[in-house]
């Protein structure tokens, strides 16, 4: 299920229509991500010394209270265990055009702050070709909201509580300051390699504590001074 254009409201009043050009995500923004990530050998390599940076299409919008849907597709393909996780991150929507960048303009170009849920099939991101770019980009893989808060009123750089429920047991909790790149420095670098546009939504890494969906789960994503975005989990109707 895809609903673009999604309408949410806008702290302070108004509403805004989501509806990206495109949605860039940043991997291993958190050092205890990096640590937990089993495809990343954080012992050899360290921290990443640049943003890890990969898409997610449009068509996975979904707004707060809609389902999300777990494929029938990694069965099919013979996966005997097939996994999906929630991942708890804070998103940043674009407001103006910008390219090349410094990371001192970039507080120009962000208009809101909101939660994001980077829901992510595992199995075939770890091992499809094009694992990246298909596990993180089946529909309903995006949920967003549940409310739009103005860079204004959070600022650069925001130090909130950024947490998940499963069931309504907490499994996430860190502040975004623990990022290991900020949302400037990301912007700033985004920008010296591809156009933004407005409307975009940057979405800035997940802390360590990510876990598997199910059937009949409830997630919720909170953050400290913008609320909570909470999901039902469905099977794929097929």
């Known amino acids: 299920m895809s609903i673009l254009p999604l309408t949410l409201p806008i702290l302070g009043g108004g509403s805004y229509r989501i509806n990206p050009s495109k949605i860039i995500a940043v991997g291993l923004n958190y050092r205890d991500h990096v640590q937990e990530s ?6 050899s390599l360290g921290l990443p010394d640049r943003p890890v940076l990969f898409c ?18 990694p069965r099919l393909e013979g996966f005997e265990n097939p996994r999906t996780d929630f991942e708890a991150e804070l998103a940043v929507v674009i407001g ?12 120009e170009v962000i208009a809101f702050y909101t939660c994001f849920n980077d829901v992510s099939q595992r199995n075939i991101q770890k091992s499809d070709p094009s694992g990246w770019f298909r596990g993180k980009s089946f529909d309903t893989f995006g949920p967003i909201g549940p409310i739009l808060v103005p860079f204004e009123v959070l600022g650069p750089d925001p ?28 912007v700033s670098y985004i920008s010296q390699n591809l156009s933004l546009q407005p409307g975009d939504v940057v979405i800035t890494g997940t802390p360590g504590g990510i876990g598997e969906l199910k059937v009949g789960d409830r997630v919720e994503i909170r953050i400290e001074g913008i609320g909570s975005l909470i999901n039902p989990v469905v099977a794929e109707s097929v």
């Open 38 to 43: 089993p495809s990343y050998n954080a012992q």
């Open 56 to 73: 997610k299409t449009p068509n996975v919008i979904v707004g707060p209270g809609d389902p999300i849907v777990l494929p029938d597709r």
């Open 96 to 107: 103006r055009s910008a390219k090349n960048i410094t990371r001192n303009q970039a507080p």
């Open 159 to 186: 130090d909130l509580q950024i947490e998940s429920f499963l069931n309504g047991e907490v499994r996430q909790r860190a502040r975004t300051s623990q990022m290991i790149f900020p949302v400037t420095e990301l």
